[in-house]
């Protein structure tokens, strides 16, 4: 899946959350925090282009263990032990980047290290994720509109 897919969804994720949620708002941060991070195990994505990544990019494939379960579980208690909220926060965006990626074609292997592989029929950059991204902008922004007529 596109960057800018995992944002919209994320986003999406994160206000229906905040609505049912009384949370603070910083939790945003580590939910786009964890969107992001998932990919740094690809050179070519947002963040994984850095060089400092390309030892982890050595040692993992793409898809391969940051894409599991047992990493999100594992890495969210890390940063919850710090701050439980965005322990919360680092949850939701990482579940919110695995479920995207469940729905492509290419699949997420979701129970590592087992091999099996979680997958869709959603070719990445193909006309169903720009139908995804456009639906998920246009309700972001309706959720961030009604969200202010709410606090007006
Ligand atoms: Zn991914």
């Given at each position: 899946?596109?960057?800018r897919t995992h944002i919209v969804f994320s986003l999406a994720v994160y206000f229906l959350l905040a609505y049912f949620l009384?949370?603070?708002f910083f939790v945003l941060g580590f939910v786009l925090f964890a969107m992001a991070f998932v990919d740094i195990d690809i050179k070519n994505s947002k963040?994984?282009?850095h060089w400092y990544f390309r030892p982890l990019q050595w040692m993992t494939k793409h898809r391969g263990v940051l894409h599991s379960l047992v990493a999100c579980v594992f890495l969210s208690l890390a940063v919850g032990a710090i701050s439980l909220?965005?322990?919360f926060g680092f949850f939701v965006g990482y579940v919110s980047h695995l479920?995207?990626?469940c729905l492509t074609r290419s699949g997420v292997k979701l129970f590592w290290?087992?091999?099996w592989?979680?997958?869709g029929f959603v070719k990445s950059g193909g006309?169903?994720?720009e139908v995804i991204f456009v639906l998920f902008l246009l309700g972001d922004i309706g959720l961030f509109v009604w969200g202010i007529i709410e606090i007006v």
């Open positions: 899946m596109l960057f009384e949370m603070p963040f994984g282009n909220w965005g322990g479920f995207l990626d290290p087992f091999n592989k979680v997958r006309i169903v994720e």
